[in-house]
């Protein structure tokens, strides 16, 4: 039994619909992700946790600790200006490990007995920016800082940037909004301008050595070109020693 082939002919007015939806659906896009060119944005952020020991052990569970994970804006700015949302991610331990914070601040408070790795994903108002992960070691023990009322407690804080390379216009924009706000460090118990000088200088300091480091790779090029070349000169049949030389005489 033979089938039938059904064949549909398009008309010119559909062709025409289906060339201006196409096109539509492309500038739509490409509007989407269009870029601030030669555009760069630092927005640098402070991570870490504190840790209060109970004195005791837990019979319930065995937690030792109380702790708080967080990451917070280093400019006094309103993070929700581009900050859609933060989410954590705990050890598989805890029965819900995945907490998101929608707004400030950005923390999670627990309790438990181990040190662990946590995962913090910031997203962006703006989906066409990648999200970026940020890593922080839970520290239970250490750094034991002393507080103004005598109390100490382990506190743990560490300066990182946020580098947008040619965002979005929409993106830019909301960047821009808290962009004049300056750095209380009242707010932190570390010395966060000093971390970040002596990371300017660290990176300065490794440009240097990288920079160097090209150079002698370089010179060590060089020389052993000129080693082949001279090895080549002297397999050259043209310029073997045993042919006498010729002389012009003037």
Not at 37 to 64: L, M
Not at 69 to 95: C, G, W
Not at 97 to 114: L, S
């Amino acid at each position: 039994m033979s089938r039938k082939r059904v064949f549909y002919i398009a008309s010119r007015t559909d062709l025409r619909l289906c060339y201006r939806l196409s096109w539509c659906t492309m500038r739509v896009e490409m509007e989407a992700v269009e870029r601030m060119k030669g555009k760069r944005i630092i927005k640098p952020i402070v991570y870490g946790n504190t840790a209060t020991p109970f004195g005791y052990k837990r019979e319930s569970d065995q937690h030792t600790h109380q702790w708080t994970v967080f990451l917070k804006m280093f400019n006094d700015e309103d993070p929700t200006e581009f900050i859609r949302k933060v989410q954590f991610k705990l050890h598989d331990s805890y029965a819900v490990n995945t907490r998101v914070c929608e707004k400030p601040p950005y923390e999670v408070t627990e309790t438990g007995w181990g040190e662990f790795e946590v995962q913090m994903r910031i997203y962006f108002i703006d989906v066409n920016e990648k999200p970026v992960t940020v890593f922080h070691y839970l520290r239970l023990f250490q750094p034991v800082v002393t507080l103004p009322n005598g109390s100490t407690q382990v506190i743990t804080e560490h300066y990182d940037e946020i580098v947008f390379q040619e965002p979005t216009i929409p993106m830019y924009k909301a960047l821009m909004v808290g962009d004049s706000k300056k750095h209380d460090r009242k707010k932190f118990h570390t010395d966060l301008m000093q971390v970040c000088r002596r990371s300017v200088q660290k990176v300065n300091l490794a440009r240097e050595e990288i920079q160097q480091e090209i150079e002698d790779l370089r010179e060590s090029l060089r020389a052993a070109h000129k080693l082949i070349m001279r090895y080549k000169k002297g397999n050259d049949p043209d310029s073997n020693s045993s042919t006498p030389d010729v002389s012009i005489c003037q």
